[in-house]
């Protein structure tokens, strides 16, 4: 990584900073259920703090309306809906105004950034209005305020350029350290820097984290280097199917996106998910991971059943069956025994290995024992292997299983990963500045 971080700074006592953070984190009534995010953004908050920086931190939560703004704008589906006559502009409108500023704030967060740094932590109601300038300017040295959810105002997404202006205000120093929006191109994710209004732009200690494992090991792995990809459709993961291709030594698919593969080797499938229009694809990366010299290990069993489980943890029947011999009228849910098995021996022989995306419908009981494995296999190699959980269903289920400890990087940004896992610049990293060599 060739950009700035905060330690690259130098006398930072009474420098105002803005910090952009990514505090997008799960609540159940007012109360946050995992505080992960928060965490991971500790270090960069704390580092500025005892070094005398005045601080303003900001993030988005969820997907609001911008009930901040003069006009307030409709989304995609709320069109829809105006159209077919389920509903009005007007009550849309007035329901996000009414519930939103209550679900969607970022009160309890500044709350709990408050108790972890001991009280240096204040909470402003407003993004650029009257609030946040009066905390703003009440600033000491090593204090911060959180900004509320940058998305009430649609100018965020739309990076308009006063939104931006005000959204500076007086800092002197950029900090993006939310990566999981960094392959956002949104007003304080890069616009800030991009319009030239502050000129100072460096990333914070996750982002760094996250750049100097994740890109380190895609550009120089260890190897034999394995690349493991699940998740439900091959439309989703196109470019990063073919950019790994060209990195790793094996590629390993499961989840939804294998039967498509399955179908593209000539299987019958059944009523497994299925890319109709990818198999052409599928084909192809098949013939060039077979040129390249490269393994392509798709699944030899699987775990089928009727039906989708609805809800998804109901208790259901399942059947293992040989990949090639899937009956018409069933639908592969996850990898079978044989799978994990092969899966497991090629992690255990591996020196640097990457995932993203679950196995099967790890949400369920009987279907998770794919995901499981996976999971238990990477926990395995501990120690002995770079393992990297790319974001979103794949962290989730690391997690939930209690092998978080037991790997070297867990992402906090399953799309920016993902962009990574492609070979694209991310908005967000690209106009931080270069370090001088």
Not at 195 to 204: F, L
Request: proline share 4%; charged share 30%; hydrophobic share 40%.
């Amino acid at each position: 990584m060739n950009k700035m971080s905060v330690k690259d700074l130098k006398d930072l006592h009474g420098k105002k900073v803005l910090v952009r953070c990514d505090f997008n984190v799960p609540m159940k009534d007012g109360v946050i259920t995992d505080e992960n995010r928060i965490i991971g953004a500790m270090p960069t908050i704390k580092y500025l703090l005892e070094n005398g920086a005045k601080v303003t931190l900001c993030s988005h939560m969820g997907k609001p309306h911008s009930v901040f703004s003069s006009e307030v704008k409709l989304n995609k589906k709320d069109k829809k809906k105006v159209d077919a006559g389920e509903t009005t502009a007007e009550a849309i409108i007035e329901k996000a105004k009414k519930d939103e500023p209550k679900k969607l704030t970022l009160a309890p967060v500044a709350k709990r950034l408050n108790e972890l740094t001991g009280g240096k932590v204040v909470f402003a109601s407003d993004v650029i209005g009257p609030d946040a300038k009066a905390k703003r300017d009440s600033l000491e040295c090593g204090q911060a305020v959180l900004l509320e959810n940058l998305r009430f105002h649609w100018e965020e997404e739309k990076k308009d350029e006063d939104f931006c202006k005000a959204l500076a205000y007086d800092a002197e120093i950029y900090v993006n350290d939310a990566f999981g929006t960094a392959h956002r191109s949104h007003a304080s994710t890069a616009a800030i820097v991009e319009y030239g209004i502050i000129k100072t732009a460096v990333c914070g200690f996750l982002i760094e984290k996250e750049l100097t494992v994740m890109a380190d090991t895609l550009e120089n792995p260890k190897r034999p280097f394995v690349a493991i990809l699940g998740g439900a459709k091959v439309a989703d993961k196109l470019n990063v199917i073919s950019n790994l291709l060209e990195k790793c030594d094996t590629l390993i698919i499961g989840g939804g996106m294998a039967y498509t593969f399955l179908k593209a080797k000539g299987y019958e499938v059944g009523t497994s998910l299925l890319d109709e229009e990818k198999i052409d694809y599928c084909k192809e990366m098949m013939d060039k991971a077979k040129k390249a010299g490269k393994e392509l290990l798709l699944p030899v069993d699987t775990v089928t059943c009727d039906h989708f489980p609805e809800p998804i943890d109901e208790d259901i029947a399942v059947k293992t069956v040989p990949a090639d011999k899937i009956p018409a009228d069933k639908m592969g849910m996850d990898i079978g025994e044989k799978t994990r098995k092969l899966y497991a021996k090629t992690i255990k022989k591996a020196k640097a290995v990457i995932w993203n995306g679950p196995m099967g419908v790890f949400e369920n009981p009987t279907l998770a024992k794919g995901t499981i494995a996976v999971a238990q296999a990477l926990a395995d190699v501990h120690g002995k292997c770079t393992t990297i959980i790319g974001g979103g269903d794949s962290a989730a289920a690391i997690q939930q299983l209690g092998f978080a400890d037991k790997v070297t990087h867990i992402s906090t940004g399953g799309g920016a990963s993902l962009e990574l896992f492609e070979g694209k610049v991310l908005p967000g990293i690209a106009c931080l500045n270069e370090k001088i060599c």
